[in-house]
């Protein structure tokens, strides 16, 4: 009876490590998992922009482009 009364004693002492790491873990994980979350929003909004500021500078280009073009043939 007195094994048992050890392995009941360690389930309890086992238990009760896994509920203190888990009520430490949890908050912590919830916190970078919002993190995490917000990260990739931002990511998200940068690629965003990005894609507009190389759509934006491709126009210019083609602009800046044919305006050399029609300059020449202008004079020419």
Known sequence: MNVLSESDELAKLVDGAYKNILEKFNPCAR???TAGKAYLKALHGAVAASKAYIDAL???ARHAHQGTWGG???IG
């Open 31 to 33: 916190q970078l998992i």
């Open 72 to 74: 020449c043939t202008d």
């Open 58 to 60: 491709g126009k210019l």
